[in-house]
């Protein structure tokens, strides 16, 4: 069996050749992210409006951002939460953690729930073009029914709140 060979060394992921038998595949090793699903009050979300390049669009999603070298994706979570909305959390737990494209690359999102938030001053990194968006919950679940979110973390997180999570 051959070893993985790194064919592609990128500023925030990389990617490998591997072996499954005698067939190659190219896998992204991505350090991971946390996701964060800010709730302002009992009935409001901090969304946040970001220009993803990838796709040329300004998505609404959740803050989220990719995990340090040895950091914590709690701590990812708080330091995530306040460069790019300006909230602050008394507590953040974890909600879930999932491979959101397995196929294909080894990232793993832990999504977490951000209350007791406080509002102090962004820290967004120069070139980013993120606006907060707060919305009632019930907007937020209308806004996946008809297509305005988009974006697969802010699904699955929201999601994964409504239905395990709010009111319990």
Same mark, same amino acid.
């Given at each position: 069996?051959?070893?993985? =060979? $790194?064919? #592609?060394?990128?500023?925030? #992921?990389?990617? =490998?050749?591997?072996?499954?038998?005698?067939?190659? @595949?190219?896998?992204?090793?991505?350090?991971? /992210?946390?996701?964060?699903?800010?709730?302002?009050?009992?009935?409001?979300?901090?969304?946040?409006?970001?220009?993803?390049?990838?796709?040329?669009? $300004?998505?609404?999603?959740?803050?989220?951002? $990719?995990?340090?070298?040895?950091?914590?994706?709690?701590?990812?979570?708080? @330091?995530?939460?306040?460069? *790019?909305?300006?909230?602050?959390?008394?507590? &953040?737990?974890?909600?879930?953690?999932?491979?959101?494209?397995?196929?294909?690359?080894? =990232?793993? !999102?832990?999504?977490?729930?951000?209350?007791?938030?406080? !509002?102090?001053?962004?820290?967004?990194? *120069?070139?980013?073009?993120?606006?907060?968006?707060?919305?009632?919950?019930?907007?937020?679940?209308?806004? &996946?029914?008809?297509?305005?979110? /988009?974006?697969?973390? $802010?699904? /699955?997180?929201?999601?994964?709140? #409504? *239905? #395990?999570? @709010?009111?319990?």
């Amino acid at each position: 069996m051959k070893s993985p =060979e $790194t064919v #592609f060394e990128g500023i925030r #992921f990389n990617i =490998e050749r591997v072996w499954q038998g005698k067939r190659p @595949r190219d896998v992204m090793r991505h350090p991971g /992210a946390a996701v964060i699903l800010p709730l302002v009050d009992d009935e409001n979300v901090c969304l946040i409006k970001n220009y993803r390049i990838a796709v040329d669009q $300004t998505l609404l999603e959740l803050p989220a951002g $990719t995990l340090e070298p040895n950091e914590p994706p709690e701590l990812t979570a708080g @330091r995530e939460l306040e460069e *790019e909305t300006g909230y602050k959390a008394d507590k &953040i737990e974890l909600l879930n953690s999932y491979y959101p494209s397995p196929g294909v690359m080894d =990232e793993k !999102m832990y999504v977490y729930l951000a209350t007791g938030l406080t !509002m102090h001053s962004p820290a967004r990194e *120069e070139g980013e073009e993120i606006e907060n968006h707060v919305v009632t919950l019930s907007e937020a679940k209308a806004m &996946i029914r008809d297509g305005r979110i /988009a974006d697969g973390k $802010t699904i /699955a997180g929201l999601l994964f709140y #409504f *239905e #395990f999570r @709010r009111g319990k």
